[in-house]
């Protein structure tokens, strides 16, 4: 079983529409929880983290973690069709040795449409 | 500008015919990692490094070497590629904190 889990999709929205993303996780060692976007032929791009539990939010995004759950989202408001992406977690335990192994989704894609 | 840079971009070659992928970063970060991106499977490490000289295994190292000799660069070597290597391939180079993990543009890879 892997470590994060995350559906892969698509999930195809109208154009302002809320966009709901998450992803679960295994290991309770993990602090660090990232989303990143990646556009096609593209390589994925750091949007925002969180660390621990909380929410965080940026613009037209927040992220939540919910750690007693093993449970973190990405909402983005007011969707546009630039959002259209695939859109990847990733999770980290914060000591030294890991942040050279990112824990992954498997990335979900979405489609915005106007 | 923090760059990742992988050269070539994309690469049609042929079994068994030695091959380097290289990486850069500007950013002057300690850890540097290699995946592949396969439908379906998503992200999967194939090597990382934490510093110079310092390197280990990803989830799936099985075909290819890695080396860091200069802390800018990471080159990704397959010194016989089989199919089985066709993917899209990213670099990512990391400062040891959830604010400055960066990724290369890829490198398509055909192995006929």
């Known amino acids: 079983q892997k470590e994060v889990e995350q559906d892969p999709g698509p999930l195809s929205v109208p154009e302002g529409a809320i966009v709901s993303l998450n992803c679960t996780y295994s290991n309770s060692a993990f602090q660090y929880f990232m989303w990143y976007r990646q556009y096609s032929r593209k390589g994925p791009e750091l949007l925002m983290y969180?660390?621990?539990?909380g929410n965080k939010e940026d613009g037209r995004f927040t992220a939540q973690v919910d750690k007693s759950s093993k449970y973190i989202s990405l909402f983005i408001r007011d969707s546009q069709p630039s959002d259209s992406a695939t859109y990847l977690c990733a999770m980290s335990a914060g000591t030294t040795d890991s942040w050279g192994k990112l824990q992954f989704g498997a990335g979900t894609q979405v489609v915005v449409t106007p | 500008e923090a760059q990742v840079t992988q050269n070539p971009r994309y690469l049609i070659t042929v079994t068994g015919k030695k091959l380097t992928v290289t990486c850069s970063q500007n950013m002057n970060h300690e850890y540097m990692s290699w995946y592949r991106q396969d439908p379906g499977l998503g992200l999967r490490q194939i090597y990382y490094s934490m510093n110079v000289e310092v390197t280990d295994k990803g989830d799936v190292p099985e075909g290819y070497k890695v080396s860091r000799k200069e802390k800018r660069n990471f080159p990704l070597i397959l010194e016989s590629p089989s199919p089985n290597q066709t993917s899209l391939y990213f670099c990512a180079s990391s400062g040891g904190n959830a604010d400055t993990q960066y990724f290369g543009p890829g490198t398509r890879l055909t192995v006929l």
């Open positions: 969180t660390y621990s539990s």
